[in-house]
Antibody
């Protein structure tokens, strides 16, 4: 059964960038999509973007189009989320989640444990 | 983007009682709807996909129904571990969107 393990908490200054990793283990990586979903403190879930590593295709929500990059390293079964030009409102827990086989849209299962990104000067 | 709404925002239920949660889409999502449970400090957990199919390992007391724009998650007999926030998600139209959640707490 696949398990997603994310990198640890980060504290960043406004205007900087953050890169969060998500390593899949115990199951199939190739062919599946992976998405990033964030949750601001006390708020709901927001889909940011996703990638299908086998096709090298990434897609982003319009809101993040110009400052989000999602990449994948198939050799290490790891997906990365890089968010630039950080603002205080980007403070959130960032989750990676596995989606469907060869499809960016679909339900998410499983999820990583989450990575808290704090943006503060 | 498809707007998802959920009601009520908070549902107070006694252990052993039934809980009925609603999710509405601003346009038809057919049966492309999932439900998640999230407990404090934890990642969301998939409960239901395809509007009514339970995910692996999900107890039968969780059931989903609906299609088009109206969906329901029913928890037949609430147990202590079921008090949490529940989110619906549509994946019919890009981008996938989530509802704001329903918090189920102890009455």
């Amino acid at each position: 059964q696949v398990q997603l393990t994310q990198s640890g908490a980060e504290v960043k200054e406004p205007g900087s960038w953050v890169k969060v990793s998500c390593k899949a283990s115990g199951g199939t990586f190739s062919g599946y999509s992976f998405s990033w979903v964030r949750q601001a403190p006390g708020q709901g879930l927001e889909w940011m973007g996703g990638i299908v590593p086998i096709f090298h295709i990434a897609k982003y929500a319009q809101k993040f189009q110009d400052r989000l990059m999602i990449t994948a390293d198939e050799s290490s079964s790891t997906v990365y989320m890089e968010l630039s030009s950080l603002r205080p409102e980007d403070m959130a827990v960032y989750y990676c989640a596995r989606g469907q086989y060869q499809l960016l849209s679909g339900w998410f299962d499983p999820w990583g444990q989450g990575s808290l990104v704090t943006v503060s000067s | 983007d498809i707007l998802m709404t959920q009601s009520p925002a908070t549902l107070s239920v006694s252990p052993g009682d039934r809980a009925t949660l609603s999710c509405r889409a601003s346009q038809s999502v057919r049966s492309n709807l999932a439900w998640y449970q999230q407990k404090p400090g934890q990642a969301p957990r998939l409960l239901i996909y395809g509007a009514s199919t339970r995910a692996t390992g999900i107890p039968a007391r969780f059931s989903g129904s609906g299609s088009g724009t109206e969906f329901t998650l029913t928890i037949s007999s609430l147990q202590s571990g079921d008090f949490a926030v529940y989110y619906c998600q549509q994946y019919n139209s890009w981008p996938d969107t989530f509802g704001p959640g329903t918090k189920v707490d102890i009455k």
